[in-house]
């Protein structure tokens, strides 16, 4: 079993729409849980950090459930430029700093 | 603001040659930092990390090598490089607090580094 794990999509949506990811991961130590997003042939970006019950940023809202070890990324508003992957991270346990990274989502938004 | 810097970003390199990949972290001191491997269309496998100067934790066996000879230095070496060695390599640091919760990674432009 994978240590996260992502459905890999690709998710095609309109602009405007809405679009939910899910992503579960195994390490019930983990702390602290991360959106990612990477541009074709590009490095990672960090998207937003997902803390305790979760956090919105603009047109994006992400969730925790530490009972069901599961994160989710909402993107409200589609944008031809949210078209990217979109990689689930979860802390490894300890203070390595290490993290698990999803094999990401892909989303296009299409006009 | 901290900045990482990585290069060369693009290399073709032919089987059998050494290999260095160098990686500079600057506004920030004792981060942590992390050489990630792509193969295209896969997910990043961690390669090295190192907490701190001369520490570094090889996380899978393989034909790579890592230095980190001053604090914000990370390099990625290879005596003999493999076919399976191509992929898009990404250097990462983070802050280097211990005792608190993990904190996100931020990655260098990568390079993309051919074998042929």
């Known amino acids: 079993r994978k240590e996260v794990e992502q459905d890999p999509g690709p998710f095609n949506v309109p602009e405007g729409a809405t679009v939910a990811f899910n992503c579960t991961y195994s390490n019930s130590a983990s702390q602290s849980f991360f959106w990612y997003r990477q541009d074709c042939r590009k490095e990672p970006k960090l998207l937003m950090s997902v803390y305790s019950s979760g956090n919105e940023d603009g047109r994006f809202t992400a969730q925790l459930n530490r009972a069901s070890q599961y994160i989710s990324l909402l993107i409200r508003d589609s944008k031809l430029s949210d078209s990217a992957t979109y990689l689930c991270?979860?802390?490894?346990?300890?203070?390595?700093?290490?993290?698990?990274f999803g094999q990401g989502t892909t989303l296009q938004v299409k006009p | 603001s901290q900045t990482i810097h990585q290069w060369p970003a693009t290399l073709v390199q032919p089987v059998g040659s050494p290999l260095s990949l160098e990686c500079t972290v600057e506004?920030?001191?004792?981060?942590?930092l992390y050489w990630y491997r792509q193969a295209a269309g896969r997910g990043l496998q961690l390669l090295f990390y190192?907490?701190?100067?001369?520490?570094i934790s090889s996380e899978v066996p393989q034909n790579l090598s890592a230095s980190r000879p001053q604090d914000r230095q990370f390099i990625l070496s290879s005596k003999k490089l493999l076919l399976s060695d191509s992929g898009f390599y990404l250097c990462?640091?983070?802050?280097?607090?211990?005792?608190?919760?993990?904190?996100?990674?931020?990655f260098g432009d990568g390079t993309r580094l051919s074998i042929l």
């Open positions: 991270v979860a802390s490894f346990s300890g203070n390595t700093g290490k993290l698990i």
């Open positions: 190192s907490v701190g100067i001369g520490q």
């Open positions: 506004g920030t001191s004792n981060p942590n």
């Open positions: 990462a640091w983070s802050e280097g607090r211990t005792g608190e919760s993990n904190q996100p990674q931020h």
